[in-house]
């Protein structure tokens, strides 16, 4: 049997931090939209402001971190 990983810094490793920051209890009262935003921008600070590493895997991070977004977006479209 296989144990699949998701990888630091994956697609998929991003939709689920923005997932974890969606279920936030903090995030009750707004929009999914608004919701949603927060999350990203939450994700994308902490890339940009606290993860120390070189600016090329940095914009990396940020390229598959805007996927997670659409991805999770997408898939909650209507959902307001």
């Known amino acids: 049997m296989f ?3 998701v990888l630091f810094g994956t697609v998929e490793y991003f939709e689920k931090e923005i997932e974890i ?3 936030n209890g903090q ?4 929009t999914t ?3 949603l935003e927060f999350a990203y921008s939450s ?3 902490d890339i ?13 991070l940020l390229v598959n971190l805007e996927k997670a977004f659409e991805m999770v977006s997408g898939s ?4 307001d």
Do not use: A, E, H, P
């Not at 995030?27 to 707004?30: A, M, T």
């Open 33 to 35: 939209s608004k919701s």
């Open 27 to 30: 995030l009750q009262n707004l």
């Open 48 to 60: 940009t402001d606290v993860f120390i590493c070189s600016d090329m895997f940095r914009k990396d």
């Open 76 to 79: 909650m479209v209507g959902v």
């Open 3 to 5: 144990t699949l990983t």
């Open 21 to 23: 920051q969606l279920s």
């Open 43 to 45: 994700v994308k600070s």
